[in-house]
């Protein structure tokens, strides 16, 4: 990995195709309430594919909008054994699926694949599930499914350039509940070092707003989202003018920086944070909020394998939009083969950097000798 570009380490997301899923597959997906969290399974069902397993994650606390009972109709005719596993995400404290994640690791261990749809998952239910799932020996199937439609539209944001910034509206979901974390997604290195957030705005600028207040760091980083498809490219413009209200009441007590990346290569995603960190890793304490989409979001989960000395954290919201996306469309997957070896070279990466350093220090010091002994 260290002798080639980061990009032809990680496999490719590509147009999903049914004959690649093995028959003996468990599946994870998520009871949601976007359209596009039953795209996957309305496909197998097409082409009755069947699961060896299937498991349902539910949300907590629960709303009443998240399509539980259309989930489990749909998943118990494609598991062999007509029966649905559930476990539950608490979003406002994800600590507690430290034990299912256990629990999943017996279910997931009968079986050399294991399909999992993040089309409906939340951020950080992504970064704690993989996480959690870095030392299952079989292949893992990501499953992406784009929305038809993402909210807001063009006409919603129209007169944002004319409101005041007391009166700039926010987008998606409404106010900050709390910062979340997990045991193993925290870190205690670099304590007391100055604080570096990196961040990916949103719709909803009371997301930063709410870590720059919590956290009070030193330096920000906000990677703003290019979205894939030109007609959904306004969006890159709207959210930086939505979040423009960040610089009025932070700077220059925080400095500020800007990086753009693709909402859709999540690989693109990890050159960037890469590229980021390079600069601090040494002198500061690095902070990542995978608030942006999640694909991005998949990119941060192996930056924090890369890296496990940064720490992550999540602005959990209060409520969610009636309207978040619409309908469905493509559907994508990445094949990742043995995923805890691919996982433990990824941590062998941030090793030879380590042992780069440590030959960085030894010349150092041997120069330094040299020179007190003259």
Not at 93 to 118: A, C
Not at 244 to 269: A, H, L, M, N
Not at 332 to 340: A, V
Not at 343 to 355: A, H, T
Request: proline share 5%; net charge neutral; aromatic share 14%.
């Amino acid at each position: 990995m260290n002798e080639s570009p980061i990009s032809d380490f990680f496999p490719k997301i590509e147009p999903f195709d049914i004959s690649i899923i093995p028959k003996d597959s468990i599946f994870i997906g998520t009871a949601g309430f976007e359209d596009r969290c039953f795209a996957f399974l309305k496909e197998c069902s097409k082409n009755d594919l069947k699961f060896h397993k299937v498991v349902g994650i539910k949300y907590e606390p629960f709303d009443e909008k998240n399509k539980v009972d259309e989930f489990e109709k749909i998943a118990i005719k494609l598991s062999n054994k007509n029966k649905l596993e559930w476990v539950s995400y608490n979003r406002h404290n994800p600590e507690e699926f430290s034990k299912h994640i256990e629990k999943l690791k017996k279910l997931i261990s009968i079986t050399d694949n294991t399909v999992i749809d993040i089309s409906g998952m939340s951020k950080f239910l992504i970064v704690t599930l993989l996480y959690g799932l870095r030392d299952y020996p079989g292949n893992i199937y990501i499953i992406y499914c784009e929305a038809k439609i993402y909210f807001p539209k063009p006409e919603d944001c129209a007169s944002i350039k004319e409101k005041s910034p007391e009166e700039t509206p926010s987008f998606l979901t409404t106010n900050v509940y709390k910062i979340v974390t997990t045991t193993e997604l925290s870190s205690i290195s670099m304590q007391g070092y100055p604080l570096l957030i990196i961040a990916f705005p949103t719709f909803n600028y009371k997301e930063m707003y709410a870590l720059l207040n919590e956290i009070t760091p030193q330096y920000l980083v906000k990677i703003d989202g290019i979205p894939r498809e030109k007609h959904n490219q306004w969006r890159l413009g709207a959210i930086r003018l939505i979040n423009g209200k960040i610089y009025r009441d932070f700077v220059p007590k925080i400095r500020i920086d800007e990086k753009e990346s693709s909402t859709f290569d999540y690989i693109q995603t990890i050159e960037v944070l890469n590229d980021i960190y390079v600069d601090y890793k040494y002198t500061h304490k690095c902070i990542i909020a995978p608030t942006g989409s999640k694909l991005q979001t998949l990119g941060v989960l192996f930056f924090k394998q890369i890296y496990p000395e940064i720490q992550l954290v999540y602005p959990v919201t209060a409520t969610f939009s009636k309207e978040y996306t619409q309908g469905y469309k493509d559907i994508w997957y990445i094949e990742f083969k043995n995923f805890s070896e691919f996982m433990k070279k990824l941590g062998n990466f941030r090793k030879i950097g380590l042992k780069q350093l440590e030959n960085v220090l030894r010349e150092q010091d041997e120069i330094y000798c040299g020179n007190t002994e003259n």
